[in-house]
């Protein structure tokens, strides 16, 4: 896989559109996903979207030589996706205070729906992924969403593949609690436990979700 991805990355620099819809339809939809994750808050999909939308584009511009030095095309790409999202939330917040009342209507906003569509166990899982601490849901995301291994994720974050791990660990014993316990987890956990309950559905439902955590 990396092989063929090096060859479409070299040949999208050459200019190669073919190459250039291969590689985005290969790569783009877990992109984006790790984007909306970095911008949380801050952003929404659309500028997850237009974030690896960015990311490709200077693909484009880059000299090929360092095109040519990627061996792990799809770790590099996390990682200047990374970067690129998280120069987008440092400009989001510069650009104005009124940034962050509007997210913060944003969550309410996705906790009231996470409320009324309490039978669905993707809600649930959603939730408890969502009250998860930023450092925690990230290896998550790349994980199980992005499809990294752990060596990837050092390369894509910087953070030591060891660190990633126990990181990862701790987010699936929180992930089991919230969702065993309908959200009454502690820790780094969040949220109403009621309202975690509701979205988890019936008990049978969270012992389902909970093996496949």
Do not use: K
Request: aromatic content about 4%; charged content about 25%.
């Amino acid at each position: 896989m990396n092989d063929d991805d090096r060859q479409l990355l070299i040949r999208t620099r050459r200019g190669d559109q073919a190459a250039a819809r291969s590689l985005w339809h290969r790569h783009a939809p877990r992109l984006v996903a790790y984007a909306a994750t970095v911008i949380r808050g801050t952003g929404n999909r659309d500028d997850a979207e237009d974030t690896v939308q960015a990311v490709f584009c200077r693909v484009m511009a880059l000299d090929p030589r360092e095109i040519g030095a990627v061996l792990d095309p799809g770790a590099w790409l996390a990682q200047l996706t990374r970067r690129s999202a998280l120069n987008w939330v440092r400009s989001a917040r510069r650009a104005s205070a009124r940034v962050a009342r509007v997210a913060d209507g944003m969550r309410g906003a996705r906790g009231a729906a996470g409320e009324r569509g309490g039978a669905s166990e993707h809600a649930a899982m959603g939730q408890a992924v969502d009250s998860l601490p930023a450092r925690l849901r990230e290896v998550v995301v790349l994980r199980h969403i992005a499809g990294l291994t752990f060596d990837q994720i050092e390369t894509a974050t910087g953070v030591n593949r060891n660190t990633a791990a126990a990181r990862y660990r701790v987010a699936v014993e929180r992930l089991r609690a919230a969702l065993l316990a309908g959200g009454a987890a502690g820790g780094g956990l969040g949220g109403d436990g009621a309202a975690a309950g509701a979205a988890g559905g019936t008990s049978s439902h969270r012992q389902r979700m909970v093996q496949h955590v």
